[in-house]
């Protein structure tokens, strides 16, 4: 089992910037690839960012491209997700996921989510 827990949502106006933080723990917990994904109300719950471990691999959604970055600290076993340039479409809840890249993410493991809403 792996548990994941979410921190760093909140609000924000448009334009502005929020770091997200996923800490990772339980057996075996650095062998997987993480990710971020997000469900805004009324939607689908849609990738963001994925960050493999050993190929440091980055992948993103067309929608936050150059706008969002993954980035991982190996030693904490914690992903973050800063996001910048933030738009009001940006709201939604945000899950962290550990998984595996086969094609496409495939997610093993779900954190709790962590609230962002961007004001326009």
């Known amino acids: 089992q792996v548990q994941l827990v979410e921190s760093g949502g909140g609000l924000v106006q448009a334009g502005g910037s929020l770091r997200l933080s996923c800490v990772a723990s339980?057996?075996?917990?650095?062998?997987?690839?993480m990710a971020w994904f997000r469900q805004a109300p009324g939607k689908e719950r849609e990738f963001v960012a994925h960050y493999s471990w050993g190929a440091v691999a980055t992948a993103y959604s067309d929608s936050v491209k150059d706008r969002f970055t993954i980035s991982r600290d190996n030693g904490k076993n914690t992903v973050f997700l800063q996001m910048n340039s933030l738009k009001p479409e940006d709201t939604a809840v945000y899950y962290c996921?550990?998984?595996?890249?086969?094609?496409?993410?495939?997610?093993?493991?779900w954190g709790q989510g962590t609230q962002v809403t961007v004001s326009s």
């Open positions: 339980g057996r075996a917990a650095s062998n997987y690839a």
């Open positions: 996921a550990a998984g595996r890249i086969k094609g496409q993410y495939v997610a093993d493991y």
